[in-house]
C-alpha cells in the first residue's frame, strides 16, 4: 500500500513538472490520474489497489459513527425512563480477527460504543468478553457487532 502511495505520489509531482504549475489544484490532478493509472495497471503489483483500504477505513469509521449514535439514543432511552428495567449481561463473544492490532481495534470500538465494554479478551485472542448495559438476546448482540465492526475491521486488514 505504501509503494502504491508514494509512486501515486510522484506521478503527481511529475505532473506538476511536466506542466510547470506548481499549485495545490495542480498536485490534485495529477494525484487523481495518478491514482487512475495505478488502477488500471493494479494487476501488476502483489497487493490490492491502496485506494480499496482507504474506502475501507472511511466504512469501518461510518460504521462506527451509525452504530454509536444508536447506541447514545438506546442509553438515553434507558436513562430517562422513570423506572430503570435494564437487564445487564456479561457474554463472551468468539472473533475470526487474528492479529493484536485487530482485536485490539475491536476491542476499542465495542468500549467506545454507550452501553458497552470489553471487559477481557482470551489468551489466544479469540474470545472476548464483554459486559452490556441492557441485552435482550445476546446472540442477536454478537450477531450484530461480527456482521458490522469484525466484518469491516477484516476488510480493512485483509
Known amino acids: 500500500m505504501s509503494f502504491q502511495l ?3 505520489v510522484v506521478i503527481a509531482v511529475t505532473w506538476m513538472f511536466l506542466r510547470g ?3 495545490g489544484p495542480s498536485f490534485l490532478i495529477g494525484f487523481f490520474w495518478g491514482a487512475v493509472m495505478l488502477f488500471v495497471f493494479r494487476r501488476f503489483f502483489p497487493q490490492r489497489f491502496y485506494l480499496e483500504k482507504v474506502f475501507a477505513v472511511i466504512k469501518l469509521l461510518l460504521i462506527f459513527l451509525v452504530e454509536l449514535f444508536k447506541a ?3 442509553v438515553i432511552q434507558d ?3 422513570p423506572k430503570l428495567n ?4 456479561i457474554f463472551a463473544m468468539p ?3 487474528e492479529k493484536d492490532w485487530e482485536v485490539t481495534t475491536l476491542s476499542l470500538l465495542i468500549t467506545l460504543t454507550p452501553g458497552t465494554v470489553v471487559i477481557d479478551v482470551s489468551d489466544d485472542n479469540s474470545t472476548l468478553y464483554i459486559h452490556a448495559m441492557n441485552v435482550d ?3 442477536e448482540v454478537i450477531k450484530d457487532i461480527q456482521h458490522s465492526f469484525e466484518k ?3 476488510e480493512v486488514s485483509r
Open 79 to 81: 436513562v430517562l425512563r
Open 72 to 74: 447514545n439514543i438506546a
Open 137 to 139: 438476546d445476546i446472540d
Open 152 to 154: 469491516a475491521i477484516m
Open 95 to 97: 472473533t475470526k480477527l
Open 6 to 8: 508514494l509512486l501515486n
Open 21 to 23: 504549475i506548481w499549485t
Open 86 to 89: 435494564i437487564k445487564p449481561a
